[in-house]
């Protein structure tokens, strides 16, 4: 009898746990990097010893021999293991063992988790190929570069027009020696010392003033997929975003609002997807609803010239938020969509849980009511 | 509350926003907004006292903003600036200045000392948890991914005194997930990686490494004399022994251990704070984890070498490293006087955001901390 398999050496991922749960006949296969289990019924005793000894060692074809399993058992085994494939428990060893010494094993075995072995190294080479504009190169924007530069993205664009002072060392990641240069080349330089030859970074040396200028640095890129990400607040967030919400719609890029900016430490900013989320415009729409509740009729009294507190941790935690969306975006997978489309959220760093709140569409956003 | 005369400068701080309601029936409310952990206050109080408010956000003398705001200094002005004081809302001199730091010093963490006034309300406490953490000697035990991320946050945080302990020398695969000072530094032994590190990256550093593997019969007073905390990111041979064996050595001496998290199947996990006699120790989790775990019995696992074929993300065990650092700073915010606590453990979740989180109480049959046991 022919099978769909054969030379294929299979073996349970070395992250995946194969549990007899207490009732009779089911099992359960504990994802343990992303903390998913599934539970497959089956009666077939051979099935678990085959499972239970499957070490990657052993072409498929040479189970049949080893178990001496019949034409029924076979068709079930073939089933099963198109299944285990499917849901990441099962990869073929001689596939894998290519990553041994890959810089990037821990990543790829990482999305390995949501995406069949075979398909893995494609998936990968996608973020890899990717192009992240990361705007403002400060507290969390130097984060969210080395973060990104750490699941192998390769093009970078950084702009930012602003120098290292001693006073950043509390939570951008610059170092002692960087004081004095300019955050964009710090950061080059950053990227060149993880793998020399490896990234390419385009340092823009200035602050973002205009969706115009925007678009004319991105207008020629065209071969990568472009995610941008907002690490500015200067004058404000809200305007910051407002530039990068008319680029992005004027090219069709997907943006990430950071987080973590000074008057918001402990803010989880939305992924935008322009036409198909809700946008900037509408998540402040949204936020002003909220807000006018509060604070509606008072007088805000402020200090005009403000240093305001800051902290690693919180710039880091941002910054992992940031990364994360990144990496569902960029893998546009149908079983991991960003978390953050429509929402925006409010890390707690005393009981380190993220409230989230939903935002829609805004029916007036002259932005997205235009596409509906 | 001494120090307010009428030539002293009380200012609004600069992590506070006011917001002032109109006036109904000759009171006001008033919303206080500490910017840096979201806190909210509200009080009522007479007009007259959100004019003083305003005039509290220009630089000027007391008297000054008193006139304007048509107030004298009595009794009752008096208790509500004394209030504003208290609740960090106003400070009376420059919140940096101090001489128990260098002023350089200062300088670089100013940020920071900001940010501990939100919380700490006062200069002269913030100044205090600044300075315990300029003195304090962190030893770090396995300076992978989590290791290495925890002890760059301290630095950045201003910690400076440092023990370093690992064995293993930096691997190509370590790009992924450590911090870049030590994965440019392949074939070099990890201890000399992140003492180079912590050299770049704090201020007036001092270290001490050590190139060991944590062993069930390791001297560990050799190691970890006289250190403020001790830091656990070994997990060979597995977490849970090398945490016991730190967790006993530290409820004899006196000294925490943050058992952090960060490893193959709790990638992205919070770290557990083990304080002697306060919280349970790791020998209460180990229970723990063993009672609730009794009923899941995965089979042996058929690959034998699974070491580094867990995946993993920077952003995950920078996540992990930076709750095991908010952690230890809220150690050294209140070290002393801290009532006994339940532990547990968080486990985030990559897919939502979501944290699974797990409260683990003392084990009061603990042969090592428990009722028993002097």
């Known amino acids: 009898m022919s099978s769909r398999y054969s030379d294929e050496c299979f073996r349970l991922r070395p992250s995946v746990s194969f549990v007899p749960m207490p009732q009779e006949g089911i099992y359960q296969f504990f994802v343990s990097d992303i903390r998913q289990s599934f539970n497959l019924v089956f009666s077939e005793e051979v099935f678990v010893k085959i499972l239970s000894n499957l070490d990657g060692k052993q072409p498929y074809n040479k189970l049949t021999e080893i178990y001496a399993l019949n034409d029924r058992q076979l068709v079930g085994l073939e089933r099963l293991f198109e299944l285990l494939i499917e849901r990441c428990a099962v990869e073929d060893a001689q596939v894998v063992a290519s990553r041994e010494s890959d810089p990037f094993r821990r990543v790829k075995t990482f999305i390995g988790s949501y995406v069949p072995y075979y398909d893995v190294e494609a998936a990968w080479q996608r973020v890899a190929d990717s192009h992240a504009v990361v705007i403002g190169a400060g507290g969390v924007g130097s984060w969210v570069v080395s973060l990104l530069a750490q699941l192998g993205i390769k093009h970078f664009t950084v702009l930012d027009d602003d120098v290292v002072k001693p006073h950043n060392l509390n939570r951008s990641l610059f170092s002692k020696g960087d004081v004095g240069s300019l955050k964009t080349l710090a950061l080059e330089k950053m990227l060149n010392s993880r793998r020399d030859e490896y990234y390419t970074v385009k340092a823009v040396e200035e602050k973002l003033e205009s969706s115009e200028r925007l678009i004319a640095l991105l207008r020629d890129d065209s071969q990568s997929q472009t995610v941008l990400i907002n690490c500015a607040d200067f004058p404000s967030v809200a305007h910051t975003s407002a530039i990068i919400n008319e680029a992005a719609f004027a090219l069709d890029l997907p943006y990430i609002i950071a987080g973590g900016y000074n008057m918001h430490l402990s803010l989880v900013g939305p992924t935008i997807i322009p036409g198909k989320t809700p946008c900037f415009h509408c998540i402040s729409h949204g936020m002003d609803q909220l807000k006018v509740a509060e604070i509606e009729g008072a007088e805000r009294v402020v200090k005009e010239h403000r240093n305001l507190g800051n902290l690693a941790p919180l710039a880091a935690i941002s910054a992992s938020f940031v990364a994360n969306e990144c990496l569902k975006l960029l893998l546009g997978l149908p079983n991991l969509k960003p978390t953050m489309i429509g929402k925006r959220g409010e890390f707690n760093f005393f009981t380190k849980k993220l409230v989230l709140e939903e935002y829609g569409v805004w029916d007036e956003c002259p932005y997205c009511a235009r596409r509906k | ?374």
């Open chain 2, 1 to 374: 509350m001494t120090h307010l005369s009428e030539a002293s400068a009380p200012e609004l701080r600069d992590g506070v926003e006011v917001f002032l309601y109109p006036p109904k029936k000759e009171i006001c409310s008033v919303l206080f907004l500490f910017l840096s952990n979201r806190r909210r206050l509200r009080i009522e109080c007479k007009p007259a006292f959100t004019l003083l408010l305003k005039e509290l956000s220009k630089s000027q003398t007391l008297a000054d903003s008193l006139e304007r705001a048509g107030l004298v200094l009595d009794d009752e002005t008096e208790a509500f600036l004394s209030f504003l004081e208290t609740e960090g809302i106003v400070t009376v001199s420059d919140p940096l200045e101090t001489d128990q730091l260098p002023a350089a010093y200062m300088e670089q963490y100013k940020r920071q000392v900001y940010f501990l006034l939100d919380i700490l309300k006062s200069p002269a406490k913030a100044h205090e948890v600044q300075k315990r953490i300029f003195d304090a000697h962190i030893t770090v035990f396995g300076l992978g991914a989590i290791g290495s991320g925890i002890l760059q946050q301290l630095c950045m945080m201003g910690f400076r005194r440092f023990t370093l302990i690992d064995y293993a020398e930096v691997e190509e695969s370590d790009n992924a997930r450590t911090p870049y000072r030590i994965a440019m530094d392949v074939g070099m032994p990890k201890a000399e990686a992140a003492k180079a590190l912590v050299e770049d990256f704090a201020f007036d550093p001092q270290v001490e490494m050590h190139n060991v593997s944590l062993r069930t019969d390791t001297d560990l007073g050799e190691l970890v004399q006289g250190t403020s905390l001790i830091v656990n990111t070994t997990d060979q041979p597995y977490v849970g022994y090398t945490n016991i064996k730190l967790s006993r050595y530290a409820l004899q001496h006196n000294v925490p251990v943050l058992a952090a998290g960060g490893f193959d199947a709790h990638l992205a996990s919070l770290g557990e704070l083990l304080i002697p006699h306060v919280t349970p120790c790791a020998d209460c989790y180990a229970t723990f984890f063993h009672e609730s775990l009794k009923d899941w019995k995965p089979i042996l696992h058929p690959v034998k070498e699974r070491e580094g074929w867990f995946g993993g993300l920077g952003s995950l065990s920078t996540f992990s490293a930076s709750t095991a650092a908010l952690d230890i700073l809220d150690y050294f915010m209140n070290p002393e006087d801290r009532k006994a606590a339940p532990g547990g453990r968080g486990e985030f979740l990559f897919h939502d955001y979501s944290l699974d989180t797990f409260v683990v109480e003392k084990d009061e049959e603990c042969q090592s901390c428990g009722k028993g046991v002097k």
